[in-house]
């Protein structure tokens, strides 16, 4: 299962425009993980049964930081994070920590048919989204998503980014709708 998660975020990596050169990283100090680097982005593989505590998060941030992995860190666990880990993780999406399931990482969540497109929008375009609809405060005026929603994760949407949306509809076509990526929806 690795194996395929490691060749998902490669892919997921790609389309960002991110480097994807892989290579397996060695650290005493973080027991029961497996470490890899794609690029400058730390991926951990925790092997704990029981699941990542808020501590693992912060030594793995901790060893992040220290050896210059500037693209982020990815942890995948074997099992679901409990509603507390959830909420650290939450608190720490912009400063680009992401946490997977290793079960979310076994196959493109873009190429299913009911996926709809999302992308983050530039600045120039979100400058012309504001003048157009009149919007001067987005995080109060747009719809949120959620900083771990799994097509957020997916484009690398941290809190702060507008999110263009398009969805079909048989009626109207192709229309897009635009959010604004908050670390909570339930909390912010």
């Known amino acids: 299962?690795?194996?395929?998660?490691?060749?998902?975020?490669?892919?997921?990596l790609g389309r960002r425009g991110l480097e994807t050169?892989?290579?397996?990283?060695?650290?005493?100090?973080?027991?029961?993980a497996n470490l890899y680097t794609i690029g400058k982005m730390l991926v951990v593989f925790s092997q704990k049964d029981k699941g990542v505590?808020?501590?693992d998060i912060t030594t793995f941030r901790k060893f992040a930081d220290t050896n210059d992995y500037t693209n982020g860190l990815v942890v995948v666990s074997l099992v679901p994070p409990s509603d507390n880990v959830l909420r650290s993780i939450?608190?720490?999406a912009a400063d680009r920590l992401q946490f997977f399931h290793i079960r979310q990482l076994q196959f493109?969540?873009?190429t299913h048919r009911m996926a709809v497109p999302h992308r983050i929008m530039k600045e120039e375009e979100r400058t012309t989204l504001f003048k157009t609809y009149n919007?001067?405060?987005?995080e109060?005026?747009?719809?949120?998503?959620?900083?771990?929603?799994?097509?957020i994760k997916w484009i690398g949407g941290v809190p702060g980014d507008i999110i263009e949306v398009v969805r079909h509809s048989d009626v109207?076509?192709?229309q897009p709708y635009y959010r604004y990526c908050v670390p909570d929806v339930n909390v912010a």
Do not use: N
């Open 53 to 55: 505590l808020d501590k």
């Open 21 to 32: 050169k892989t290579e397996r990283v060695v650290a005493a100090e973080l027991d029961r």
């Open 172 to 174: 109207a076509g192709y």
């Open 1 to 12: 299962m690795e194996d395929k998660a490691l060749e998902i975020l490669r892919v997921m």
């Open 140 to 151: 109060e005026q747009l719809p949120w998503i959620d900083s771990q929603d799994a097509q």
């Open 108 to 110: 493109d969540i873009t």
């Open 135 to 138: 919007i001067v405060k987005p």
């Open 90 to 92: 939450k608190s720490q």
